[in-house]
């Protein structure tokens, strides 16, 4: 993938593009996650240790099970993962756990406290169990941490996939909706709640590719647009349900979300223009299984 | 700016176990001083591992309110000062606002870490998502009054080195003017000595705190926990040149490769670990031999230093017996998430002091870890070309090698 040059009215501008060679969104109750954990998804996850997740956050769980489904419904069964990248959202990691580790430290001291804890709940664990079962021997990091952090994870893992010249980068976003939060018993709260893991394939653009494309712009030197938080990419369940519509409708639509620091991601159709482009404006708590589409504002393409 | 334009570190703002100040650090660590205490900052009686490099109070830095810092979290406390100090260093801190400034930030558990102290001081925040709204991330970003985009990297170990392959990209991109990068961490607190002790990871030499690290030596028995971190200013060689700024160092590769392994244990395949290291020498367009210092990730435990031992071997090949190698975590103890950056930092001071931090407590070296160790005693030589290896939890291997300039 190489940096496109852009010129604009003022500035130069440097944009990355990567299409999305696969994707897949799984929702999750607690009960259902009790099945994935012994029989994640197909391919290698059914040659997985019995017991290799045992100790795995729900997110990871979920996350590698989408994973295992983007590549057994994209034709990427027999694909060599061994050089591609990881890059792992996940959200409020280990809340669960932790109340649960807090309450046996209270009553049973240092030695309540399983060793499996730390390295299953820290933000790098989803990446890094997901590598093992790939197989990934390129890198494979955490990032964001909290609803919102999307778009990082997506700036990330463009310039993963760009700046080590991989073959290709999964950046998997995981979150619970609503947030399962245990009560002071440690019982997981509510017990409907849903975990949402959203992946997506990333590989270096080819000429042609009709499927959707990511772009990845940061304002250029002198240029400090305001950024509008109702324009994050929050909603991992939302994500998912337009990364759908993508796949099932040739719709003229480019869908635009900002980071903090005045950059955008904008998700369009490959090897098409489109014009005028559409803010996607997903509300997190009604966006379970629909994305709202709402005209307003303006893109990205006509600002230039 | 493209891919291969030089990238500078012209800032450094750091919090670790020796002293806050670089000098102060400097100095520490090329007299082979050690910062592991018996652990003071709670009850430590019922824990396997007694001891850590425990980071004392952090000043609050110029500008800030004194009240307001008194109140944040230690964590973040050790943001702001990196951030601030490393700004100011390099001569940024009033142009912040005017700037293209990003922030590529390795933290590890930021929820859980600040969730568990809350809990101890009787708090409810884990019960609730009410307060945790904003990230770390993005507090630092607005109260710095930073205008670049911001993003967290989370390696383990290896974050800090994440962190500056990251913002080496965004500048020579031209997506930023300007770029903080480094990692922080407060690692030293009851989850994660209990964590840790019960993974078997560290020391049990609590009746002897500053002999506990001992890296690369035949009596090692484990790790010892430290916490801090380390931000650098980056920015690109031409800015810097312009400005007269004082250049520390360049940042001349990065290199980076998965275990695919265990999330714990290091793979007995050295393969990964190799290529890391390969990756980065190529990325400098360096060879093996010009290296002139290698500061190791090599932590004190009995299987990691045996692997990274091998892996060195296995990458200088004959001159594995000719340049230096030290593990700095014998004084600063295992930083963890910091880790990276604070041996970053750790490069930084041999080249600009001419002299290579020991490996303290290294006093009969382990016959499988055969290097050209540095022991105990700072050896002075001029470093042009230090290499920093940090390898971490999720089987990340890492390698930055840093140029003189």
């Known amino acids: ?304 | 700016m493209s891919q291969g334009t030089a990238v500078w570190i012209t800032g450094v703002g750091a919090v670790t176990p020796l002293g806050h100040a670089y000098d102060t650090i400097a100095d520490n660590l090329l007299e082979g001083r050690s910062g592991v205490r018996r652990v003071s900052i709670f009850d430590i009686a019922q824990h396997p591992s007694q001891i850590a490099a425990e980071i004392s109070a952090i000043p609050c830095p110029p500008g800030w309110d004194e009240e307001e810092f008194a109140g944040l979290h230690k964590l973040e406390q050790v943001i702001l000062w990196c951030c601030t100090t490393a700004l100011r260093d390099s001569g940024w801190w009033e142009q912040r606002g005017s700037t293209r400034v990003g922030l590529v930030l390795g933290l590890g558990a930021e929820w859980l870490i600040i969730w568990d102290a809350d809990f101890r001081r009787g708090g409810k925040r884990v019960f609730s998502q009410e307060k945790d709204a904003e990230p770390l991330i993005f507090r630092t970003r607005r109260k710095l009054g930073l205008k670049g985009p911001g993003i967290t990297v989370s390696a383990a170990c290896a974050s800090g080195n994440y962190a500056l392959a990251q913002a080496r990209r965004w500048l020579e991109l031209g997506w930023v003017d300007v770029c903080l990068a480094g990692a922080c961490d407060a690692g030293v607190t009851t989850l994660g000595q209990a964590g840790f002790g019960n993974l078997r990871a560290l020391s049990r030499r609590n009746g002897d705190p500053q002999a506990a690290s001992r890296p690369f030596d035949r009596g090692r028995d484990g790790f010892v926990l430290g916490e801090g971190g380390a931000i650098f200013v980056l920015e690109p060689a031409e800015s810097a040149r312009q400005r007269s700024a004082h250049v520390y160092a360049q940042v001349a590769g990065c290199g980076a490769a998965s275990d695919a392994h265990n999330m714990v244990i290091p793979s007995p395949d050295p393969e990964p670990a190799i290529a890391a290291m390969r990756q980065a020498l190529a990325d400098a367009r360096l060879e093996p031999a010009s290296i002139d210092y290698i500061n190791a990730h090599a932590t004190s435990t009995p299987v990691g230093d045996i692997a990274e031992a091998h892996v060195l071997e296995a990458v200088l090949g004959e001159a594995v017996h000719s340049v230096p190698v030290s593990s700095t975590k014998s004084m600063t103890g295992h930083c963890l998430t910091a880790a990276a950056a604070v041996e970053t930092l750790a490069c930084l001071i041999a080249m600009e002091r001419r002299a290579i931090p020991p490996t303290i407590n290294l006093h009969e070296p382990d016959p499988e870890c055969n290097l050209c160790h540095v022991p105990n005693t700072a050896r002075p030589m001029p470093v042009h070309v230090a290499v920093s290896n940090s390898f971490g939890f999720g089987g990340s291997n890492t390698c930055l090698v840093l140029k003189a300039v």
């Open chain 1, 1 to 304: 993938m190489k940096p496109i040059q852009t010129a604009s009215t003022s500035v130069v501008e440097t944009a990355l593009s990567c299409d999305l060679r696969a994707h897949h969104s799984i929702q999750a109750t607690l009960d259902t996650i009790v099945n994935l954990r012994r029989r994640p998804g197909p391919g290698p996850g059914e040659r997985l240790p019995h017991n290799f997740l045992k100790h795995a956050d729900e997110q990871t769980v979920v996350g590698l099970a989408a994973v295992l489904e983007a590549i057994h419904h994209s034709g990427l069964s027999e694909t060599d993962f061994t050089n591609w990248g990881i890059v792992a959202a996940p959200s409020f990691l280990g809340r669960a756990t932790l109340v649960g580790a807090l309450q046996r430290f209270e009553a049973e001291g240092a030695w309540g406290i399983s060793p499996h804890f730390i390295p299953h709940r820290s933000q790098h664990a989803v990446s890094g169990t997901i590598s093992q079962v790939l197989k990934v021997h390129g890198p494979n990091f955490g990032t964001g941490g909290a609803p919102g952090s999307g778009a990082e994870a997506l700036l990330a893992g463009a310039v993963l996939l760009e700046g080590n010249r991989l073959p290709g980068v999964w950046v998997v976003m995981s979150d619970w909706e609503p947030e399962l939060i245990p009560d002071e018993t440690g019982r997981p709260a509510p017990a409907d709640a849903i975990c949402h893991a959203t992946v997506l394939a990333l590989v270096p653009p080819r000429p042609g590719w009709q499927g959707p494309r990511l772009r990845i712009t940061l304002p250029g030197r002198g240029e400090s647009p305001e950024f509008d938080a109702s324009k994050s990419l929050k909603s991992i369940a939302g994500l998912g349900a337009l990364l759908q519509i993508f796949s099932h409708e040739i719709i003229p639509l480019t869908v635009t979300w900002q980071f903090e620091g005045g950059g955008c991601v904008e998700l369009r159709r490959g090897a098409s223009i489109v014009n005028p482009p559409k803010w996607i404006t997903l509300e997190r708590r009604n966006a379970r299984n629909r994305a709202e589409v709402t005209q307003g504002g303006a893109g990205t393409e006509n600002q230039r």
